[in-house]
């Protein structure tokens, strides 16, 4: 290990052995932590090469179990983000892909920090399970098209333990190293073509559109030599997505966006989201992707679709038909402009937080959180308001509302001048 450090450190290309047999250590633990964060450190200062990124990701891909969806044909397609505020695409997309005859059996994880997780989301409907067998797993996306369920069995140990290492030895920020974290739950997850939204602004990892690219084309390039169809849509998360942020807020805003009637941002993207996921899968140009989109929207089948894989995981369907309310937070709070203006900008990591303080997120993965808190945002960047008029309210319990309505207070800045905004899609990668 040492030699292989050292190697690394004076700018060699480390070979597929010596990755496999780092990988391996990483899994066995027979590798000590002082030795991975060393390599990681030389990893970050020297870079790596297209082809050692690959033989990373590989190799912790197949660290663990690698999922075998070929019972479910050749349309499976996954769907990836980087992390936002406010994104509960997956759902949403994930309803409308199967309408149109994809299969999505997708894993998703849970929230940490500012972003949530699509898993916390999902959990906030009653009975919904996320841990389920394989078994199950395959049989609901084969009868429905679709399975969303959280991260079970061995799936990538390689990377959990080479993350938790990064988190606290200032390696987070390679690019390589993100990429090949990513990608080697997605190839290990099975799906024969992968659809990313990588994200960029004050919300997201990514805090440039130009890094959010070079991550993109970085994960592309990995899955296409890995043997997958490979889409990535570069979007921009400078303001959060929709108007809800936190988990049965956020399936709400979800639920309406499947009825027809949810907010315009939120509405494009998983129109453009589902479309890259149905071109993938057949092959078809994007203005008929694009209106077969829009019809599975329109006549009601993504909505049924969903509806069907919420009671085949258990979950009460009359919280998504409308017929019962989810439960209300202990307490509310809304927050006000205080003068004249229009939104210039949102600090949209700021608002993430304020719903973690809220109850919505955790900072420690052991924490519990509180499904039915969050924030209704009713004014965005670029919006004009008066004096009082209410910019948001926050939902949780007593003892956290005040700390949280003053953290997302400060996320506003107001001025005289309406703010130029960049498009909410800022390149497609194939």
Do not use: W
Not at 29 to 39: E, F, R
Not at 309 to 325: F, H, N, P, S
């Amino acid at each position: 290990m040492t030699d292989i450090i050292i190697k690394k450190r004076d700018g060699g290309e480390l070979s597929k052995e010596e990755i496999d047999f780092f990988v391996s250590g990483v899994t066995d633990g027979s590798v000590p932590d002082y030795q991975i964060s060393a390599l990681l450190m030389a990893m970050l200062l020297v870079g790596m090469s297209d082809r050692e990124t690959v033989l990373l990701t590989l190799a912790m891909a197949e660290s663990g179990d690698m999922l075998d969806l070929s019972s479910l044909g050749d349309k499976t397609v996954d769907k990836h983000s980087t992390g936002g505020v406010g994104d509960k695409t997956t759902p949403i997309v994930a309803s409308v892909a199967a309408a149109l005859g994809c299969t999505v059996a997708k894993m998703s994880g849970r929230g940490l920090g500012h972003t949530g997780g699509t898993t916390d989301k999902l959990e906030s409907i009653d009975g919904y399970r996320t841990d389920i067998t394989e078994e199950e797993f395959l049989r609901n996306a084969a009868e429905c098209g679709m399975c969303l369920a959280g991260h079970s069995g061995n799936l990538t140990p390689a990377d959990k333990r080479l993350y938790a290492i990064r988190d606290v030895t200032g390696t987070v920020e390679s690019i390589p190293l993100i990429a090949a974290s990513v990608m080697s739950k997605k190839l290990a997850a099975g799906a024969k073509h992968i659809v990313l939204d990588v994200k960029y602004g004050s919300g997201a990892f990514m805090k440039t559109p130009e890094s959010a690219e070079e991550l993109a084309k970085e994960m592309v390039k990995i899955g296409k030599s890995a043997g997958r169809k490979m889409t990535a849509l570069i979007t921009n998360m400078n303001i959060p997505l929709g108007f809800a942020v936190g988990n049965s807020l956020e399936i709400r805003e979800a639920v309406s966006v499947l009825k027809g009637e949810g907010p315009s941002d939120l509405t494009e993207l998983c129109t453009e989201l589902s479309a890259a996921m149905y071109r993938s899968c057949f092959d078809c140009g994007y203005d008929e992707a694009v209106n077969s989109v829009k019809e599975v929207i329109k006549n009601g089948r993504a909505f049924e679709t969903f509806v069907k894989a919420v009671k085949l995981q258990g979950g009460d369907v009359r919280l998504i038909t409308g017929e019962r309310d989810f439960p209300n937070s202990e307490s509310s709070r809304e927050i006000f402009a205080e003068s004249d203006g229009y939104i210039t900008s949102m600090d949209c990591e700021a608002v993430g937080r304020a719903a973690c303080i809220s109850g919505a997120g955790r900072e420690k993965k052991e924490d519990v959180i509180d499904l039915s808190s969050g924030i209704i945002l009713k004014k965005k960047t670029g919006d004009y308001v008066n004096q009082g008029e209410p910019l948001a309210t926050v939902y949780g319990s007593k003892n956290r509302i005040s700390e949280a309505a003053e953290t997302l207070f400060r996320a506003y800045k107001i001025g005289s001048e309406k703010p130029k905004q960049g498009p909410l899609i800022y390149k497609v990668i194939k």
